[in-house]
């Protein structure tokens, strides 16, 4: 007996079982595709999404790779020349010594560096924007920026103003390292001195002060005197980052050449402190968290370099190294010197013209040479002048006569 309508309906005759077993099979197709349907989406989500991802990722590592470019470049070793200027030298006689004949009578040599920015950059023609313009000056300002060299060339300094970046240096050795020799007996190894920044800042007031004479007080040996220093010599100087074929090859290259005294006025004061017409050496800086090497540096209170220094400069906490880093860097990083108690390494290099030429390179040791001996013709007012000194108030037979005094 038929139980349902399609049943009835074949009895009847109406439909055929062939019909009721298509009507009663399960609709396969339309579910399959709507199922494959589905699974596309989920993949074009799946793929979509892990774009989008890597897309964001990719641009946080650019940003960071940026911001560590940035950084390196801030704080990294940027080859050429990174500062130039003026150089001036002094000592002071010991305590209670009037007279100095020798450089047993020394308590100090100093090396005294005001940088100045490039020649180049205080032309008229780049500076008066207000000024009609002059092909001739513009032209001539143009050759000095495209000479050969000319990022060495310090610009001339006509002002009386105290207000002027500078840094005392000491010297351990009491004169200069000798580029003719050699450093222990038998060693092939150029002489080796250090020096510490005794004093840096903006304003050579306080910087006279302290060179100017004067006398103190003791409670066991009463009132004592100490002379005022005395100018030695006055020049010009570059500081040259050398880029090596690997990153422990880099070298700091820092020349000198002389304008006051002329060479022919040099005398045994300048020969006796290791001054030559002109000379260079080979600047390191010592990791002030490194062990001390000498009873010098044990004695001397180091520098306090922020943090950033410590890991940037120095690597300290960096795999592979001690945990205070690298001991001694090229002194090309300016940052390093601007601080009371930095300890430096002055490794002999080469001396005369030539020899400053092959430090400093691509033609920055000639045009520093024909600066300073354009400079030889200044006076010794203006000399004193450009530290803000008059005259009387240190001593110029050293510089004028190459005598001791």
């Not at 309508?5 to 077993?21: L, M, N, V, Y």
């Not at 390196?72 to 001036?88: A, L, N, Q, S």
């Not at 050449?257 to 260079?280: N, R, T």
């Not at 033609?363 to 530290?387: P, Y």
């Amino acid at each position: 007996m038929p139980t349902t309508r399609q049943q009835t309906a074949i009895a009847e005759g109406k439909i055929s079982p062939d019909e009721e077993h298509a009507s009663t099979a399960p609709r396969r197709g339309r579910r399959s595709s709507t199922v494959k349907q589905g699974k596309k989406r989920e993949a074009e989500q799946s793929t979509e999404e892990p774009k989008a991802e890597a897309e964001e990722h990719v641009s946080k590592k650019s940003k960071t790779e940026d911001k560590s470019d940035m950084e390196e470049k801030r704080h990294g070793f940027e080859p050429g020349t990174v500062e130039r200027g003026h150089i001036y030298f002094l000592y002071r006689p010991r305590v209670q010594l009037e007279e100095v004949e020798s450089t047993d009578d020394i308590r100090n040599f100093h090396m005294l560096l005001v940088p100045r920015p490039p020649e180049f950059t205080t032309q008229p023609a780049l500076q008066d924007v207000g000024k009609k313009f002059d092909p001739s000056e513009h032209e001539e300002a143009e050759m000095k920026v495209l000479a050969s060299g000319a990022d060495a060339v310090p610009a001339k300094d006509d002002s009386r103003s105290t207000k002027k970046h500078y840094r005392l240096i000491t010297l351990g050795k009491k004169r200069l390292p000798d580029p003719e020799n050699s450093g222990a007996q038998g060693s092939r190894r150029k002489e080796t001195f250090w020096a510490v920044v005794t004093a840096a800042g903006d304003d050579l007031e306080s910087l006279k002060k302290g060179l100017q004479e004067k006398s103190y007080e003791t409670k066991t040996r009463g009132t004592r005197h100490e002379g005022a220093s005395r100018l030695v010599a006055r020049g010009d100087y570059a500081i040259v980052n050398s880029e090596g074929k690997t990153p422990s090859s880099r070298e700091t290259h820092f020349g000198y050449h002389i304008s006051h005294p002329s060479p022919k006025d040099m005398g045994d004061v300048q020969e006796s402190l290791g001054i030559s017409a002109a000379s260079s050496y080979i600047l390191q800086v010592k990791n002030p968290q490194a062990p001390a090497t000498g009873p010098q540096q044990a004695h001397s209170k180091p520098a306090e370099y922020p943090s950033w220094v410590m890991h940037d400069v120095f690597g300290q906490g960096k795999r592979g190294r001690e945990g205070y880093g690298l001991r001694f860097v090229p002194g090309g990083t300016l940052e390093l010197l601007d601080y009371k108690g930095a300890q430096l390494l002055l490794i002999a290099a080469r001396e005369g013209e030539e020899g400053l030429e092959r430090s400093l390179g691509e033609g920055r040791g000639t045009a520093l040479s024909e600066a300073s001996e354009k400079e030889a013709h200044a006076s010794i007012q203006q000399v004193f002048d450009e530290l803000g000194l008059e005259m009387g108030e240190l001593p110029a037979e050293p510089v004028t006569e190459g005598t001791w005094v």
